[in-house]
């Protein structure tokens, strides 16, 4: 019989296989959508380019992309689901299953030695973000999987708080005018607002997890995530930097309380593939993919 780790990592592999070879149906849905307005030309070859290597890997099922990133995952727990410590265990038995099976490109590599681990599992990879929520009995999985061209934009920076939101959205306007272009745009970013650069970062990616087009429940921070994608957008980079209307797919914000003499401003972007995914696991490890439509587990 089956140990719970091992139903789990059985599960995890499905997930993650998913999560590399399809995108999630909101950013297949906005690229759809997105393609349609811009002009024939490059912007229109690259597209087309876009839709058959989605047609492609689908078919065949492999990876939509050649770098399969690092793996980041982001767990709520709830509080009544009695598997957590099996869940911890399985995530990194299921990436070296998922590189095994050729899902995953090996990409971890030791920094103080150069080398390659050849299983994306290495010091503090893949990376897992615990979060435990009370009243709750299931465990919400979210995986993204940072790409190095468009991991490449992201910073953090501490501001002036003088500077206020102005300088919030100048910074991300000149992260993105700087290194966008190479980062395989349509570009989803991520701006985290807090306290310090860690915090702020953080946030930045965790903005990234949410359905593309959602707007951030204080109306204040909304109004700024449709100034910055309308701010980003008339920087004309277009796809894959060859010039276009859109430039970002979405500009997502998550905030903390700050400090009074700082003001932390944090920037991630996905590339056009944005691979990113949520599966919930229910307490009897039933589990379904919240994210990709029509995925069967196991």
Not at 96 to 102: I, K, P, Q, S
Request: aromatic share 6%; net charge negative; glycine share 10%.
């Amino acid at each position: 019989m089956s140990s719970v780790r091992d139903v789990l990592a059985r599960l995890l592999l499905d997930f993650i296989s998913t999560v590399s070879v399809r995108l999630p149906d909101d950013v297949l849905e906005h690229l759809t959508r997105i393609s349609k307005v811009e002009e024939p030309g490059f912007a229109g070859l690259v597209y087309e380019a876009m839709f058959r290597n989605i047609e492609v890997a689908s078919q065949r099922r492999i990876p939509l992309c050649q770098d399969t990133g690092v793996l980041e995952f982001f767990i709520e727990v709830g509080d009544g689901f009695p598997y957590t410590a099996d869940l911890l265990e399985a995530i990194p038995e299921a990436v070296v299953r998922a590189t095994e099976a050729g899902f995953l490109r090996p990409n971890v590599v030791d920094p103080t030695t150069g080398r390659n681990t050849g299983n994306n599992v290495g010091p503090n990879l893949p990376w897992v973000d615990l979060r435990i929520v009370r009243g709750v009995d299931h465990a919400n999985v979210f995986l993204y999987l940072a790409g190095g061209g468009s991991s490449r934009p992201g910073s953090a920076r501490v501001l002036d708080p003088a500077q206020g939101l102005e300088g919030v959205v100048r910074y991300v306007l000149e992260d993105i005018a700087e290194y966008g272009p190479p980062a395989c745009p349509p570009l989803a970013v991520g701006v985290g607002i807090g306290p310090t650069a860690e915090i702020a970062a953080v946030l930045s990616k965790r903005a990234l997890l949410r359905p593309l087009g959602s707007k951030n429940p204080d109306p204040k921070i909304a109004l700024l995530e449709e100034e910055l994608v309308k701010a980003v957008n008339t920087l004309g980079i277009g796809p894959q930097g060859l010039s276009g209307k859109v430039t970002a797919l979405a500009v997502h914000v998550e905030y903390a309380g700050r400090h009074p003499a700082t003001v932390a401003v944090g920037v991630s972007t996905s590339c056009w593939a944005m691979r990113r995914g949520h599966l919930r696991i229910e307490k009897d490890l039933s589990a379904r993919v919240l994210s990709h439509g029509g995925v069967k587990l196991g």
